[in-house]
């Protein structure tokens, strides 16, 4: 039997399920196909992340994500994206008194992981300028976060440029979907690779190792990449600190960390812990010219 894209998008949901994530069909999900949430899941995460805060001011925080304000998209991602990392600003009364304080979308401490739900949906639809159904969507508390788009590994007239050009017409026809979008999926199962609504093909990148140490050297099959990069406590801490925005010749930049800089960070950090507590030495960063070392520090 070919392996179809339908058969390797059921392969890769069976791979985010078994990596925690709770498998849904989204023409299953009864809602409203001009809203990019999944309004459900987000309403009963926020007062588990947030235990204490009333409902008013979730409420509040729920009414900002959905109204980013007015601007391109770009500038609307990154409104969303300083919410998702750093908290939303709400007013709120208590015992008559206004208070201010921050909702947090994501509850990003290890150790309390649970707290967060983690969907991996296929055939979302989402209708703007037209109707559109990507492969696979991740969400994380009922928002958007990764979008994964699928070709067949067994048509040569279809790879992961195709479905790069894909993720481009979503970005044309339903950009208010990407409001939300921390990065992007491309993967025809022998390349698969990340980049945000901004990345050109070219700045599309593969995750070439699960744990930092054994590294595929040529093409990263694709259970290490999935595995290397959307593993749920992996993905929070590439959305919280490894992600960011850039002003460049041509405009603002969204930036995804490559895989060789989100290791070399953590181990940066890891030796200057460890320096702190004992003799003070740290040692050398060290990547080659145009590996992003800059971004890295």
């Known amino acids: 039997m070919p392996f179809t894209e339908s058969n390797y998008e059921n392969c890769i949901l069976s791979l985010l399920e078994d990596m925690g994530y709770t ?3 989204g023409p299953d999900i009864a809602r409203d196909y001009r809203d990019a949430l999944y309004e459900v899941a987000l309403l009963a ?11 008013e001011a979730l409420a509040d925080a729920v009414n900002r994500i959905k109204d980013l304000g007015t601007g391109s998209l770009v500038q609307k991602n990154a409104a969303f994206m300083n919410y998702l990392q750093n908290g939303v600003p709400v007013k709120y009364f208590h015992k ?10 994501i509850d990003y401490d290890p150790k309390h992981i649970e707290r967060n739900t983690f969907h991996a949906i296929n055939q979302w639809t989402f209708v703007e300028r037209s109707e559109k159904r990507p492969d ?3 969400f994380v508390n009922g928002l958007p976060l990764v979008v994964i788009e699928l070709k067949s590994p067994s048509r040569v007239e279809t790879d992961a ?4 050009r894909q993720i481009r017409n979503y970005l044309q026809e339903i950009p ?6 921390a990065f992007c999926v491309i993967s025809d199962q022998a390349v698969s690779k990340a980049g945000t609504i901004t990345s050109s093909e070219d700045r599309f990148m593969e995750w070439k190792t699960k744990d930092g140490v054994g590294e595929t050297k040529l093409f990263a099959d ?3 990449f999935f595995e290397g990069m959307l593993e749920p406590a992996r993905l929070l801490d590439i959305i919280k600190n490894f992600l960011c925005f850039s002003e460049e010749t041509g405009g603002t930049a969204k930036i995804l960390s490559a895989y060789h800089q989100y290791f070399a960070v953590k181990k940066a950090v890891g030796r200057t812990r460890q320096a702190s507590e004992t003799d003070g030495k740290g040692g050398v960063f060290w990547h080659t010219q145009g590996s992003g070392k800059s971004l890295s520090m």
């Open 161 to 164: 440029s195709e479905a790069y």
């Open 96 to 105: 008559g008194a206004e208070r201010s304080g921050l909702v947090y979308l």
């Open 176 to 181: 208010s979907f990407f409001e939300y979008n």
């Open 136 to 138: 696979i969507v991740l």
């Open 222 to 224: 694709y259970e290490t």
């Open 45 to 55: 995460a926020l007062p588990v992340v947030n235990p204490g805060l009333p409902e």
């Open 23 to 25: 498998r849904l069909y």
